[in-house]
């Protein structure tokens, strides 16, 4: 339902100085409804209702030209805060603080605009995607994963540096299969390259690439082969076929942003999450994963929190430590 308003909830009372706010969401074109990071935006989002005390709503993008006038519709309501869901959204978001500077925008996934009324939720998804390459290459039984990413740029490859980082660490031995199909939104060609990564050996499958991914999974179910979220715990999308999820806390960035609005906190510029603020993580739900994979990760885990592992994060740092081994940058 592109570019429609949707109300989630009868608006209630802030409790901060008896002022009712009003915040908005703006997807991408995976929808809210992706499983992935812009439902957990939304989670987040309406975690800010019910402890908060804000009225909010959300606007699905289903191309690119919605994204102006779904970020206009909630101007011309006056909504306190828009946060944008993706770095797809940064030329509209910036554009339209440009001519709004009055208006406070959020955006995710991005750190490119440099204004005092944006601010940019940024997230350490490599630290995330090493902890399940880790696991990945501690449970193939044959040495070959897979990776289908959903559109490369130097913020997206940081999944990638992670997961191959993570897995060859683990496995030094291990063959990675990498697919970029360049579009959140196309779950048919997600499950197609799986399935080729499949026929050529893979035995368990990441994927970083929001709706796409869940063709993925649905592949990686169909063969009965392991999946691996990404963004929140996707292991309800096919229980016993998601092995685990890199985990970005998109849902509590948001939170903490309504909540720094409504005490006059928020300011423009970048913040970010990782994994020693809980920004970043790998799913809670481990029931597939054998207990001591489980201990091995929580040691790994703890050496990146005490920087006692650096998880490369660009191209250089990659291929410093690990050569030419990733093949979407």
């Known amino acids: 339902m592109a570019a429609a308003l949707v109300a989630m909830a009868i608006p209630v009372v802030s409790m901060a100085a008896d002022k009712e706010y009003k915040v908005g969401l703006i997807t991408d074109v995976g929808g809210v409804n992706d499983a992935s990071f812009n439902q957990s935006a939304w989670e ?20 690119d030209a919605d994204y102006a006038p779904n970020i206009e519709t909630f101007i011309d ?8 869901v993706g770095y797809m959204l940064a030329d509209a978001t910036r554009a339209a603080a440009e001519e709004n500077p009055e208006c406070r925008f959020a955006i995710i996934d991005d750190s490119s605009i440099e204004m005092d009324n944006v601010t940019c939720l940024m997230f350490k998804q490599e630290q995330a995607s090493y902890l ?21 740029n130097d913020m997206l490859n940081q999944f990638g540096y992670g997961y191959c980082a993570g897995a060859i660490d683990a496995n030094p031995d291990i063959t990675i299969q990498q697919f970029n199909v360049n579009s959140f939104a196309d779950s048919a ?26 063709g993925v999974i649905e592949a990686c179910q169909e063969a009965g082969i392991y999946a691996i979220g990404v963004d929140s715990d996707q292991s309800v999308v096919a229980p016993g076929t998601v092995l ?18 409504i005490d006059g906190t ?44 650096v998880v490369p994060a660009a191209k250089e740092e990659f291929e410093a430590a690990y050569g030419d081994v990733y093949e979407l940058d």
């Not at 987040?44 to 993008?61: F, I, K």
């Not at 399940?132 to 990413?149: C, K, P, Q, R, S």
């Not at 685990?244 to 609005?261: I, P």
């Open 77 to 84: 309501e006056e909504y306190d805060l828009i946060i944008s």
């Open 44 to 63: 987040g989002l309406q975690r800010a209702m019910e402890e908060l005390g804000v009225e909010a709503n959300y606007l699905e993008s289903a191309t």
């Open 244 to 261: 685990t999820s890199a985990m970005k806390r998109v849902d509590n960035s948001v939170y903490d942003t309504v909540q720094s609005l």
């Open 189 to 214: 060609t997600g499950k197609a390259n799986a399935n080729t990564a499949i026929t050529n050996g893979a035995d368990i499958i990441f994927h970083a690439a929001g709706s796409t991914g869940l």
């Open 266 to 309: 928020l300011e423009g510029g970048v913040k970010i999450y990782d994994l020693a603020a809980d920004g970043v993580d790998i799913a809670p739900t481990q029931d597939l994963i054998p207990d001591e994979v489980v201990s091995a990760v929580s040691e790994v885990k703890e050496k990146i929190i005490n920087g006692e592992i």
């Open 132 to 152: 399940v390459g880790y696991v990945a290459g501690l449970m193939t039984e044959t040495d070959n994963i897979g990776f289908v990413l959903g559109m490369s």
